[in-house]
């Protein structure tokens, strides 16, 4: 009896994976047990002003709360390391969030991930993830515009608002900036896209870098949401992009400039827009309700609990920022009061 009973589980264990490819049929979006499949895909950043562990363990936190997605994470080998092994199995998931800014893959894994993206699969870019792969032009198509490592004009235009219109403006330079860190107002620019749907009009972003000057072909997307450059703040007096969504193919790409650490990913407004952004890049649909606690127009709302994620929580808010030896400046120093060549 005991056989038979062990017989019977094993067997519904083999076959539950090939019944849930009959049901949806189409093999590269497979759902498991209702839960959207997301892969959390780190391992590198351009520097320790970005501290990929930390902001991938609040990320994680973030998309599991909302009981919609099984997250795995998965970390890239290290730059100059053995990329021979690492081959994620990319059609296995809904929806990939790259925490990732690190020299460029191998061509295979380049050309599967362009495969998985314009076959329909989703991606989400968080914040430094758009400093990453400036050779790669299938990559900037899909992220729209990016930053720093040596991008200028070649990139592309700088995209910002301007007399409520998304421009482009051509004029040379390099591309990627912000100042220091501080609370500023993001402004809906698309209320009637599902991501945005019964967010207020304009919000009190908690303490991040507004990154400006990002430059990129800036094809197939749509600015959900910008925010002021502030020239006191080393700022261009734009109205930067600070959310977009794009398509690559038949995939769906949003694309949050947002979330410097887990101090800025605390906020209620950047977990709202990421949750939702990760559901809307998998599904083409958001089902979640926007929270009570979301920021109002002049009110940061922020999320403790997922601050103190970080380690360095405990040494107070102003001083999260891990710096290199060679680089250390006085607390809340030159480190970004410099023009920033540091995303
Ligand atoms: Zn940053």
């Known amino acids: 009896m005991r056989q038979l009973i062990t017989f019977a589980l094993l067997n519904a264990m083999l076959s539950a994976p090939a019944m849930c490819l009959a049901q949806h049929e189409v093999p590269m979006l497979p ?28 990320m994680k936190a973030e998309l599991e709360e909302t009981g919609l997605f099984e997250v795995t994470v998965m ?14 199995k ?12 690190g020299p460029t893959w191998p061509e295979e894994l380049r050309t599967d991930f362009e495969k998985y993206v314009s076959g329909g699969g989703g991606l989400v870019v968080v914040h430094a993830t758009d400093n990453a792969f400036p050779d790669w032009p299938a990559f900037n198509l899909m992220i729209g515009i990016g930053g720093w490592r040596n991008r200028t004009e070649t990139a592309g235009p700088m995209w910002y608002f301007k007399d409520g219109k998304l421009v482009s403006d051509p004029t040379p ?50 600015v959900l949401a910008t925010a002021h450059s502030d020239p006191k703040n080393k700022g261009t007096d734009h109205d930067e992009p600070m959310l977009m969504v794009l398509s690559y193919g038949s995939g769906r790409v949003f694309h949050t400039t947002l979330g410097h650490d887990a101090e800025a990913m605390a906020c209620v407004g950047f977990m709202t827009t990421f949750q939702r ?55 809340r120093g030159p480190m970004h009061a410099a023009p920033s060549p540091r995303p």
């Open 31 to 58: 759902v498991h047990e209702g839960m959207i499949r997301v892969l959390l895909l780190d391992g590198q950043s351009g520097g320790p002003y970005h501290n990929w562990k930390v902001t991938t363990q609040v």
């Open 277 to 331: 952004g990760v559901e809307w890049a998998a599904t083409g649909k958001v089902t979640q309700r926007v929270p009570a606690t979301f920021p109002t127009a002049n009110d940061v709302s922020y999320r403790v609990d997922l601050a103190a994620i970080d380690p360095s929580y405990l040494n107070g808010a102003s001083s999260p920022v891990i710096v290199q030896p060679a680089l250390a400046a006085p607390a």
């Open 75 to 88: 970390t890239a080998p290290a730059s100059g390391g053995d990329f021979s092994g690492f081959k994620p």
């Open 173 to 222: 330079g390099r591309a990627g900036s912000h100042g220091a860190r501080l609370p500023f107002q993001v402004v809906t620019r698309a209320a009637d896209h599902p991501i945005m749907r019964g967010l207020p009009a304009a919000w009190m972003h908690a303490p991040d870098e507004l990154y400006a000057t990002l430059r990129g072909p800036g094809k197939n997307m749509t």
């Open 90 to 101: 990319l059609s296995h998931y809904r929806v990939i969030v790259l925490n990732y800014d």
